[in-house]
């Protein structure tokens, strides 16, 4: 089991930045953060694999976000510049231990959850 809790979010003007932190009780192979706006289905965002730091964005947060990961901590961050009203929603963190190769974009490839943190970006 792994348990995943998530930080670092809030209530920022359009342009603002947010960091937002993932610690989890174990490593894991990668870790993911999702978000959900209300209404909506949970979206991917980034991904690192935690050994060697490989990552990948989604389109929409590409240039934008950036994530991160102290090892040491066992924890990612993702750092959230230049934000838009359309980024508001809740944050996830996710983590696996096996390889998601494309799927790493479906919540179904990761197997531990945290309870989300909730980011609001007002124009």
């Known amino acids: 089991q792994v348990q995943l809790v998530e930080s670092g979010g809030g209530s920022v003007q359009a342009g603002g930045s947010l960091r937002l932190s993932c610690a989890a009780s174990r490593s894991t192979f990668n870790k993911a953060w999702f978000r959900q706006a209300p209404g909506k289905e949970r979206e991917a965002v980034a991904l690192?694999?935690?050994?060697?730091?490989?990552?990948r964005y989604s389109d929409s947060v590409k240039g934008r976000f950036t994530i991160s990961q102290d090892n040491a901590k066992n924890t990612v961050y993702l750092q959230l510049n230049s934000l838009k009203p359309e980024d508001t929603g809740m944050y996830f963190c996710a983590a696996d231990d096996l390889y998601a190769g494309t799927r790493w974009t479906s919540s179904t490839s990761y197997k531990y959850w945290g309870q989300g943190t909730q980011v609001t970006v007002s124009s």
């Open positions: 690192i694999y935690t050994s060697i730091g490989n990552t």
